[in-house]
């Protein structure tokens, strides 16, 4: 099976003054596969546009793996 996307443990935190930390997103893990079309719900400031800024490399996750066609977003330019 080619998965196109896969996050493995994805996690992002934010620093908040005064009430410590904050999760957007909590060790979130799923493939998609090729070709397969794929549809983010949920709540306001439940971590969609977190999530979606990550898969496209515009924000890190603070741990965690996401590859694209196999290759770790972290290894590329």
Partial sequence: MDHSL????????????????????????????KGRK???IGRSGSGKSTLLHIAAGIDVPSS???????RDLNDLS
């Fill in 6 to 33: 896969t996050f493995s443990g994805v996690s992002k935190v934010y620093e908040t003054f005064g009430s410590g930390s904050k999760y957007a997103l909590q060790k979130v893990s799923f493939e998609v596969e």
């Fill in 64 to 70: 965690g793996r996401v590859c694209i066609h196999g």
């Fill in 38 to 40: 794929v549809a983010v």
